[in-house]
């Protein structure tokens, strides 16, 4: 199964600590901080994606289409 991929473990790792950092930022209640945070974040989403969801011709576009979705 996916979930047992090294790669799968280090995305999802890397989207637990963006959301703990988007957490903290958020308790700053300063822009910027919040800011970077969501960056780390979307950087988190955007390589999980990259592999197991955005795929050519996979319809990864339409994120209704949960066939195309979280394969490798």
């Given at each position: 199964?996916?979930?047992?991929?090294?790669?799968w473990?280090?995305?999802?790792?890397?989207?637990?600590?963006?959301?703990?950092?988007?957490?903290?930022?958020?308790?700053?209640?300063?822009?910027?901080?919040?800011i970077?945070?969501?960056?780390?974040?979307?950087?988190?989403?955007?390589?999980?994606?990259?592999?197991?969801?955005?795929?050519?011709?996979?319809?990864?576009?339409?994120?209704?289409?949960?066939?195309?979705?979280?394969?490798?």
């Amino acid at each position: 199964p996916v979930r047992s991929n090294g790669d799968w473990i280090k995305f999802t790792a890397g989207l637990g600590e963006g959301g703990k950092a988007a957490y903290r930022a958020s308790q700053t209640r300063k822009q910027d901080a919040v800011i970077e945070a969501t960056n780390q974040l979307a950087d988190a989403c955007l390589n999980c994606h990259e592999v197991y969801r955005d795929k050519p011709g996979g319809g990864g576009a339409d994120p209704s289409n949960k066939a195309a979705r979280c394969v490798k």
